[in-house]
C-alpha cells in the first residue's frame, strides 16, 4: 500500500499557538500519536463509526470573476458519468497607452494572441533543430545561428490526444470591472465573426535562436505557449482607424468601446486544461511611414490582458441521464457520491447523534481519550479510474451556526478547528491518499480536534459557541496569500478552476467501503 502524504499545510499565518495538551494535537494515530503507545503507556484500538454522506447540489455554478482565477480553463470534455463540460474564457482589453500614435499611415501587419497553458515541464522533447538558421537584427542584418524548438505536453484532463480548434471573438457585452462578482453560468454576447483561430495539437513548444559565433542569445522565447493569429483587418478598423478619437482616448472609453475577447473551443470532447490569466498576450506589429524615408518603420503595440483586467471563466454542462438521476439526500445520505469542481457537486458529511453517544460510551467505559480521528471516503470502483488521474486535491470546511449573528439560522462556513489550532505541528495534515496508483484508491480527512470538541468534556473552546452542522469536501486546495506566508482564506481556493471529477462509495448499507468515521481512543 502507498502511503503519500498530500498537501501538507503551510502554517497558518493567522493562527497563534499556544500550549497544547498532547490528547489535543494527535491528528494521526500513525505519526503524532506514537508518544502515547511507547514502552506501554497507552493502549490504541481504531472503531469505525456511521456518518451520512451525500451531494451537495451547486447547480453547476461558481464564482469565476478575476478575483478567483488563479488559472483559466479552456477545452470541452464529453463522458458517461458527469456528461460534457465545456469551459470557455473571457477578458478584457486595455491598451499599454492612451491616447497613442501610431505614426502616419500606419498599417497592421500582424496580430498575435499568446496563451500560456499549463504544461509537463520534465516532458520535453527537442522537435528541430536548425544549425542553419539566418536570423536577422535591425543592428546586424542577418546573422548565421542556430534555432533550437522545445516541445512539451500540455497538462489535461480527458481524452488528452484530441485537438482542439480554439477560436477568439470580440465580446460586445461591457464586462465591467475586476473586482465585480461573476458566476460561471453568467451570459455574455460577443460578435459571430471569429476574428482568431488556431488547431491545438495539445503541446506547446518553446524557440531559443543562438549567434553561431559565440552562443549568445539572439531570441529567447522562454515560456511556451499557443500563438493564434489574429484578424489583422479587424485591428486596422478598430484600433489604428481610431488613432486621435475618443474611443482610444482613455481606460473608461476603451473598454466600453473594445469591450474585451471571448476565447473557446469548438468542439464539444476532447480534454480540459488551464492556462494562466494574467499571462495572456496580445502583440500588434505595425508600420508606418517616415518623412524622408522611402520605407516604413516596422514596430509593434502590446495590449495589456493581465492583472486588473475582468477575467471571467464561463462554464457550460450538458449532464447524463445517469448525474440527472443522483440524490442530494442530506437526511439518509446518497450511495454513491458524484463530485466535481468548477460548479459540480460536492460532498457532505454529517455526524449523527447516534455516533456521537456511541463515541462518547466508548470514551466513558474506557476511561481513555481519542488519539485521532478521521474520515475515510473511498472511490466507487465503477469510476473509470485507468483513463483519468484520480483527484489529488482537497478542501474540507466545516458548516457551523453562529448564534451570536444577525441571522443565527444561517448556516456558515469556515476552517476546520483542526486546523485552526493544529497547522504548523510536525505530521499535520488536513488529508492523506492512498493506493493512487491502485484500482480502488481511498482518502483520510484529520478531524481529530473537531470530534473530541464534539464528544469530550472540558476539551471544547470556552469562546467557540458555535453549532457543528456538517463538513463539506471540494476538490480542489487551499490558496496561499499573496506573499506566500500562509493561507489566503477558507474562501480562496483552486475549485473555481479544478478539472477533476471522481465518484465515491457514499452512504450505502452493507458496503465495508461506504463513507465512516474512524476514532483511535487509548487509555493509560
Known sequence: MIHTIKKAITIFSL???????????????????????????????????DVIAYN???????????????????????????GMQKASY??????????????TNATVDSVVLVIKPRYATDSVTTNTVDDNYTYTTAADGAVNAKKVVNTYPALKFGKAKRN??????????????????????????FNSQIIGSKVFNGSVSSVAVTKDDDGSALFTASTPGI?????????????????????????????????????????????????SPNDIEMIMYYKYETTGSTTKTQTSYSFILGSGNA???????????????????????????YTQAMGGPSIGVKIPESSI??????ITDKKGGIISAKIRIYTDPSWDNKNYAKPTEFTLLRKYIDPSSDNPAKVKAGFTNDLLKLAGIPGYTIYKSYNLDQEQAYYDFVVTQSIKEMVEDGSKDSTDTTQFKYF???????????????????????????TSRAVFIGTEAGNSKRVQLLVTYGTK
Open 90 to 103: 473571457l477578458t478584457q482589453v486595455k491598451l499599454s497607452t492612451y491616447d497613442p500614435d501610431f505614426g
Open 227 to 275: 500563438r493564434i493569429s489574429l484578424d489583422k483587418q479587424f485591428f486596422q478598423d478598430k484600433i489604428i482607424a481610431k488613432k486621435d478619437k475618443p474611443e482610444l482616448s482613455d481606460a473608461s472609453n476603451f473598454i466600453r468601446y473594445f469591450n474585451g475577447l471571448r476565447i473557446s473551443v469548438a468542439e464539444d470532447d476532447g480534454y480540459l486544461f488551464q492556462f
Open 311 to 337: 477575467h471571467i471563466g464561463q462554464y457550460e454542462y450538458q449532464r447524463s441521464n445517469e448525474f440527472n438521476a443522483i440524490g442530494y439526500n442530506s437526511n439518509s445520505g446518497d450511495a454513491k457520491l
Open 472 to 498: 463539506k469536501i471540494d476538490l480542489g486546495s487551499f490558496l496561499q496569500n499573496s506573499d506566500g506566508t500562509g493561507l489566503a482564506g477558507y474562501k480562496f481556493t483552486s475549485t473555481p478552476f479544478n
Open 15 to 49: 493562527v497563534v499557538f499556544g500550549s497544547v495538551i498532547l490528547y489535543n494535537c494527535e491528528p494521526d494515530v500513525d505519526a503524532l500519536g506514537e508518544q502515547l503507545f511507547l514502552n506501554g503507556a497507552a493502549q490504541g484500538k481504531e472503531e469505525a463509526f
Open 164 to 189: 482542439l480548434t480554439i477560436n477568439v471573438n470580440e465580446v460586445t457585452t461591457f464586462l465591467k470591472s475586476a473586482s465585480d462578482t461573476v458566476k460561471s453560468n453568467a451570459s455574455y454576447s
Open 56 to 82: 451537495i447540489n451547486n447547480h453547476d455554478t461558481i464564482r469565476t470573476d478575476a478575483a478567483k482565477l488563479a488559472y483559466g480553463v479552456l477545452g470541452a470534455f464529453d463522458e458517461s458519468r458527469f
Open 357 to 362: 453517544n456511541d463515541i462518547k460510551s466508548h
